[in-house]
């Protein structure tokens, strides 16, 4: 695993980037959580699960197949409001499930332990990308705190905090843009909206005398001369 830090922090890029129909910070909180539920498989070593076992530490939990399971029931969760099986409805599935799957993504790029299954239980080999430019993290929170934890936060600073941070920058302000423009295009419209119809009434204005006395204008008075 990378940390659980980083992997939480990756979803919520995610989130930033693409962010599904509903409550902002459910959606955060529950992208978050996806990234790091596949790590509860390591509570199997208490039960003297093996590491290379189906149900071992990279095993099933972090295969695409659970990702894809674990978007579905997230969405919904948290994106309840939106009818099921539109399109927007698959969209938060495929973003959830991609927030869960990056937890494996980040795994396979550390340099120690086993690979990860990513096509658990169909094949259980285990794969690692062949750039790995990310320290494996002790399991333990004692070593954490030690030369081995600090190469560790070190690889994921660069690799994957300081690139992130970039990212969530850049949708930051794609974002804004986009909602700014969207407003300016809005509020033409309105005022040309608003022009059309003082043109509109103006027009019936100038036009009313004629067509229903023919002689002339209305005075204050209402009276006609
Ligand atoms: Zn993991």
Do not use: K
Request: aromatic fraction near 12%; glycine fraction near 12%.
């Amino acid at each position: 695993m990378a940390s659980a830090f980083t992997h939480a922090f990756v979803a919520a890029v995610g989130a930033q980037v693409y962010r599904p129909r509903g409550d902002a910070w459910r959606v955060y909180g529950a992208a978050m959580l996806c990234a790091v539920l596949p790590d509860l498989d390591l509570i199997g070593f208490a039960f003297g699960v093996d590491y290379a076992d189906l149900l071992g530490h990279r095993g099933l939990t972090h295969s695409l197949l659970i990702a894809v399971l674990v978007g579905i029931v997230a969405t919904l969760f948290v994106c309840s409001g939106l009818s099921r099986f539109s399109g927007q409805w698959w969209a938060a599935v495929l973003f959830f499930s991609c927030a869960t799957a990056s937890h494996g993504l980040l795994d396979a790029m550390t340099d120690g332990g086993l690979g990860v299954a990513f096509f658990s239980p169909l094949d259980r080999a285990r794969y690692f990308f062949p750039w790995r430019p990310l320290r494996v993290p002790p399991i333990g929170i004692e070593l954490f705190f030690s030369r081995w934890g600090l190469q560790v936060i070190a690889s994921e600073l660069l690799w994957i905090w300081l690139p992130g941070l970039a990212i969530g920058a850049a949708a930051c302000v794609v974002r804004r843009w986009i909602g700014s423009s969207r407003r300016d295009h809005n509020s033409i419209r309105v005022i040309a909206g608003r022009r059309t119809h003082e043109e509109g009434e103006g027009a019936t204005r100038r036009w009313a005398p004629d067509t229903t006395s023919g002689r002339g204008n209305e005075d204050r008075t209402g009276r006609y001369d």
